[in-house]
Nanobody
Framework: QVQLVESGGGLVQAGGSLRLSCVAS????????MGWYRQAPGKERELVAT???????NYADSVKGRFTISRGDAQNTVYLQMNSLEPEDTAVYYC???????????????WGQGTQVTVSS
């Protein structure tokens, strides 16, 4: 079964940086899009950044200019470089991937378990 393995979360001071990583393990024939969402306590889960296999990116307005999403060479990995972190960025960050798990099959979405990012003031 496909699993998304996330790493890189932690505690950082305001103005610092973190780099999140996500790897899709299992049988993956195509990673159409991969990205990151986040959810803070009492708030709805929101899109942070996504990147398609074709290179199209989409960022939340609140992170533009500070966060950068990139895809690994294997195309089933995704990274989120977070710079100039602010306390408002504190949330659980979830990796999401739109994947083909069979040749020519349908695209399905998969979610990671989440990694905590805490930014102190």
């Amino acid at each position: 079964q496909v699993q998304l393995v996330e790493s890189g979360g932690g505690l950082v001071q305001a103005g610092g940086s973190l780099r999140l990583s996500c790897v899709a393990s299992g049988t993956v024939f195509g990673a159409i899009a991969m990205g990151w969402y986040r959810q803070a306590p009492g708030k709805e889960r929101e899109l942070v950044a996504t990147r398609t296999r074709g290179g199209n990116t989409n960022y939340a307005d609140s992170v533009k200019g500070r966060f950068t999403i990139s895809r690994g060479d294997a195309q089933n990995t995704v990274y989120l470089q977070m710079n100039s972190l602010e306390p408002e960025d504190t949330a659980v960050y979830y990796c999401k991937a739109d994947l083909q798990t069979t040749w020519g099959g349908r695209v399905s979405s998969y979610w990671g378990q989440g990694t905590q990012v805490t930014v102190s003031s």
